[in-house]
């Protein structure tokens, strides 16, 4: 992170954290560099270190600045997806033989790229219990080198002590990546609690408004963030210079938005606890939730997403689904819109039949920044 924005709140930070003015025309958002090459002064001699848009471009590069003053990190790189940002994180750091510890919650995407992709290039993982310090301890071995957490998971909305974890990985000589979309960086800070690396979907909560794709790595050590950059260079799936602009343009929002998120999801939780037709929520902001106290001190507060089940079992999960109308039915999370989705026969479907495998009269929410007693009665009547 810059020294220059390192003393500043996070919404200062969000807004103007590497959006600096053009120094052409002084226009006060950085422009869209669509552009794949640079003309050089003679060879080698690039302006701004520019010479092609897949190792660096001026708009991604303002968006990677502004990433790593986010998250108070030393560097951040910007993907092409949060898939493409994991998928080199794992090539950059593992070997075939090494072996990783993955939580029992994972988003089904991560999972699948472990077991279906990184599986088969020889590297092996093993699955615990996150929110359980000694379950991680135990699941660790001698060819372990990272420990994956996600924190609030999705979508159980688990909550694992990053501070806890970060003292096993430093123990056991292991990094710890922290998968921090659904808190967003404005709820919660990996880094500060001794993560090695953040990652994000930035179509989600960043980006904001379910018009972008992309993702993104931030990391503590500034020669980690080298290397891994060495390889976003080297593998490509980097984010485009618009994309880029998109993701830049939603972050100066996010803190108002999450504040907004965080009061919707509030209520709506308060109605299902008691609704005769909901059997459990699932929301770290419940004091009776098992990681409550340990998000209550590492979140600013519990964001917007909601899990809970129903009775009835599947098929009344599914038609609560297809009742909604103003939460629409769709996959992803993190716009202003509400989404309301059943992660296993969506988000989750690749985890089936796995220990991973969720609930089956699970309904997963994305509560969104619309008048609330709007959702409330959506809600309700999608209950019945």
């Known amino acids: 992170m810059s020294d220059q924005h390192s003393h500043q709140s996070f919404e200062t930070r969000a807004i103007h954290a590497g959006n600096t003015a053009d120094p052409l025309t002084g226009a006060v958002v950085p422009p869209i560099y669509q552009v794949s090459t640079y003309k050089q002064d003679g060879v080698g001699g690039l302006r701004g270190g520019y010479e092609y848009s897949r190792s660096a471009n001026p708009t991604r590069t303002a968006l990677e600045e502004n990433l790593a003053a986010l998250e108070g990190g030393r560097r951040g790189l910007a993907f092409a997806s949060g898939l493409a940002a994991e998928d ?19 988003y089904g995407g991560t999972f699948r790229l472990f077991a279906k992709v990184v599986e088969r290039w020889g590297v092996d993982f093993s699955v615990a219990n996150t929110s359980d310090v000694e379950s991680v301890r135990a699941a660790v071995n001698d060819r372990t080198k990272l420990i994956w957490v996600e924190t609030p998971s999705n979508p159980l909305l688990g909550i694992t002590d990053i501070e806890a974890v970060a003292g096993v990985a430093r123990q056991a000589g292991v990094k710890l990546v922290v998968d921090n979309t659904f808190a967003s960086p404005y709820l919660q800070q990996p880094l500060a609690l001794g993560a090695d690396v953040v990652v994000h979907s930035l179509t989600k909560y960043m980006g904001g408004h379910s018009d972008v794709v992309g ?4 990391t503590a050590d500034e020669a980690l963030g080298e290397e891994l950059a060495y390889h976003q260079n080297a593998m490509g799936a980097v984010a485009g210079p618009f994309d880029s602009w998109i993701v830049l343009r939603g972050i100066k929002t996010l803190a108002v938005r999450m504040d907004r998120h965080s009061e919707n999801a509030a209520k709506i939780v308060e109605m299902l606890v008691q609704h005769p037709k909901v059997t459990q929520v ?7 939730h098992p990681g409550h106290e340990v998000a209550a001190k590492q979140m600013r507060s519990f964001g917007g997403m909601i899990s809970f ?15 909604a109308k103003l939460f629409t039915l769709g996959e992803s999370l993190g716009g202003v819109e509400s989404l309301i989705e059943h992660p296993g ?26 008048n609330v007693d709007d959702l409330l009665a959506d809600l309700r009547q999608a209950l019945g």
């Open 309 to 323: 089940r129903v009775e009835g079992g599947e098929e009344a999960a599914v038609e609560v689904c297809n009742r």
């Open 345 to 370: 026969r969506m988000t989750h479907a690749s985890v089936a039949g796995s220990a991973l495998e969720v609930p089956a009269d699970l309904v997963r929410l994305s509560v969104g920044i619309e």
């Open 215 to 218: 993702g993104a790595l931030v």
């Open 282 to 288: 699932l929301y770290p902001g419940l004091p009776e």
């Open 88 to 106: 080199c994180l794992l090539r950059t750091l593992l070997k075939p033989g090494d072996h990783v510890v993955i939580p029992n919650d994972a």
